[in-house]
């Protein structure tokens, strides 16, 4: 940042006020859809902001933290490994990326194809740790899935990865997860992830995350059913660069 730095004590009431903001609209959104609050977990997704805003949020009570980049996230979980947070890698992986990322995430949101669950289970299997995952589901009808998209498996082939994540060692199938597509109303796309997720809850009972819903549209996740919220500038304010 040019300008200078807030006081520790500054940022700490930035991000009480945050945390009180996206709250509020939380239980809004709950009280709205006759959901219980109790049923959304908030996840901050802390990209680009510093070990130290991790720090203060742990300290205001939240426990969920989320990253996209591993290069980031790695230093980023390992000053904060003291905390008692649950990690959420929440980006595009590449499967060489796999180990290095199960070294410090609980919950990987972003599993779109059979290679990374093959490269997910070894890298979980040499850290003797268990590691939740969601399939990421391609809400971008028209977006082709190699191409700059923001990742995610066409909803067809969702069944398969659940059931491979599911009978992988060291995975835990956990559920769903999806972003929006920009610039649209999400209300039809969070519509298609619900009903995408009825059907991999039928196979998969107790994989019932529904990772859905960020600073601009966590009012229509939460109306349709999303379980875990990934919110970013509602909460920590603008990032330098937006990578989506
Ligand atoms: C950055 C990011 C978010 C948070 O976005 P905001 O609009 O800042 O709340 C959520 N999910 C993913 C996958 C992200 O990369």
Redesign the pocket.
Known sequence: MTSALPSSDERRAELAEGLTEVRARIAAACAAAGRDTGEVTLIA?T?TFPASDVRLLAGLGLTDV?E?RDQEARPKAAACADLPLTWHF??RLQTNKARAVAGYADVV??VDRSRLVTALSEAAGRTGRTLRCLVQVSLDEDVPQEGPG?GGAAPSDVPRLADEIAGAANLEFGGLMA?APLGADPRPAFARLAEVAVGIRRAHPSATVLSAG???DLEQAVACGATHL?????LLGG?RAI??
């Open positions: 997704v990209k989320g996209n929440v980006g949101h972003s923001r972003v960020m600073s601009g990934r919110v970013g500038t509602a990032r990578v989506r």
